[in-house]
């Protein structure tokens, strides 16, 4: 066998300092990804499902034994390394968030309160015309949105000084908006800018932070299923500041298990007739889905995960006819403790039908947690790394994932989008990208 040649590792400045995580929300999904990462510190623990902390990665061949954890492979900000930072229109601090989101016990809760209250919310950029559920005092006034964006920009510089910042990166971990289409005022950095001077109806909270962070040269993801950097407008101010971009909405509960088990019908040539999904869940996430409004931007981000994954135009037979339905009902009693269904019709050998049922009994804020550090974590390597636009190797993350090029479809198997991860990580340390095809 011929030796593979090296290839050139990226010049990746180092992790030194410390990073900053903003949060716009903090609700029970951030709360919990702050108690998590200092409960882990404190105990030295590693942050259980997080791939960056946890996953180790094959280097070279299978023969030469090279297996070292992700993390001592990047450079990457260590936990003790993190301060975070957020705003939020109703929790005070992330003591309070935790204790009202109900997520963690009071114990996990108390052996980390100090620090948590310490985590104040900033006013937020908050507007209920986006978010009719939800009733926000702590928010700020501008008369214009530009004045707004301009608040967070310097919210953010405030941020930097204070804590004594290297680097900043942003997730959005706040209520899902309203879903509205892309219009006119998203197509150009000057429609945009002009809109955020003329108060435009269809510039949403979310993205008057995205601009911020970007202006701001702040990596930005969307863990949210609504539009926030997922515009055309978002690209180019990306691509202009060289700022690294990506989303949306994370990836967790019943979307993991469809992109975990689609993947493996498919492979086995399985035939696929319906997938019907519900879910209840009580907390104030499911609160704000239960406006049809805000649940039709999470129903969208659902929905394109089967097809694009079955290609029933490349695979009429088997998946040229398939009914997807999705259901979220809020129902209160069961909080953040989220319960799905799914009913599966598949087909087999000479059409026989088949039925497969899950009942996921999922913590959302638990799954979603490690998503926030290792979407900090990476996103901040990706710029070190001279990333800019939009991280499709971060796709693993969300439910939705953007891609470079709206001509191209985005990658959903979790199988593949872990390759795609590991393969850029190794191309960036100058390792050859694993095809599993030698030995
Ligand atoms: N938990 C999961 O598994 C999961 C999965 C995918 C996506 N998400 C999304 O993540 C987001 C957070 O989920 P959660 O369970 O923490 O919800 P949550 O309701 O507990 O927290 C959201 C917080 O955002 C705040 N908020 C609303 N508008 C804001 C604004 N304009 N600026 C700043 N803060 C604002 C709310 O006051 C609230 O405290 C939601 O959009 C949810 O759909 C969650």
Not at 166 to 194: G, P
Request: charged content about 25%; some cysteine; aromatic content about 8%.
């Amino acid at each position: 066998m011929i030796d593979p040649m090296p290839t050139t590792p990226r010049d990746i400045a180092p992790a030194t300092g410390k990073l900053g995580v903003l949060l716009p929300g903090l609700g029970a999904v951030a709360s919990t990804f702050i108690a998590g990462v200092l409960a882990a510190r404190a105990s030295g623990e590693a942050p259980i499902g997080s791939l960056s902390q946890m996953a180790h990665i094959r280097l070279g061949d299978r023969a030469e034994n090279r297996n070292p954890l992700i993390k001592d492979f990047v450079p990457l900000a260590g936990l003790d390394d993190l301060v975070f930072g957020a705003w939020d229109p109703i929790s005070a601090n992330a003591l309070e968030a935790a204790t009202t989101a109900g997520v963690l016990e009071e114990r996990d809760i108390a052996a980390v309160s100090a620090e948590m209250e310490g985590v104040v919310a900033m006013d937020a950029v908050f507007d209920q015309d986006w978010v009719k559920r939800l009733d926000g005092t702590r928010v700020k006034s501008g008369d214009t949105k530009m004045d707004l964006a301009e608040q967070l920009m310097a919210d953010i510089e405030n941020f930097r000084t204070e804590n004594d910042c290297d680097r900043l990166v942003m997730v959005w971990c706040a209520s899902t908006e309203a879903y509205r289409d892309v219009t006119d005022v998203h197509q150009s950095i000057e429609a945009f800018e002009q809109g955020l001077r003329d108060n435009d109806e269809m510039i949403s909270p979310s993205q008057i932070y995205a601009y911020a962070a970007i202006m701001s040269g702040v990596p930005y993801a969307n863990g949210a299923p609504n539009l926030s950097c997922d515009l055309p407008v978002m690209l180019q101010l990306a691509e202009r500041e060289g700022v690294p971009i990506g989303g949306k909405d994370f990836k967790t509960g019943q979307t993991l298990m469809k992109t975990i088990l689609a993947p493996g019908f498919k492979s086995r040539m399985l035939g696929l007739r319906g997938w019907y999904s519900t879910n209840i869940l009580g907390n104030r996430d499911g609160e704000v889905l239960d406006d049809p409004e805000n649940f039709k931007s999470k129903e969208v981000s659902k929905l394109g995960v089967i097809d694009t994954i079955l290609q029933p135009d490349a695979y009429p037979t088997l998946y040229g006819d398939v009914d997807h339905v999705v259901r979220i009902n809020y129902y209160p009693p069961r909080g953040d403790n989220k319960e799905g269904w799914d009913n599966i019709d598949i087909f087999g050998w000479m059409g026989y039908p088949m039925q497969i049922k899950v009942n996921f009994l999922c913590r959302d804020s638990i799954l979603a947690a490690p998503l926030v550090l290792d979407l900090a974590l990476f996103f901040d390597l990706a710029s070190r790394a001279g990333e800019s636009g939009v991280q499709e190797w971060m796709s693993f993350y969300f439910k939705a994932p953007m891609v470079q090029d709206e001509a191209l479809n985005p990658e959903h198997d979790i199988f593949i989008q872990q390759i795609k991860l590991k393969n850029t990580l190794r191309t960036w340390m100058g390792e050859e990208p694993v095809t599993h095809t030698e030995m």
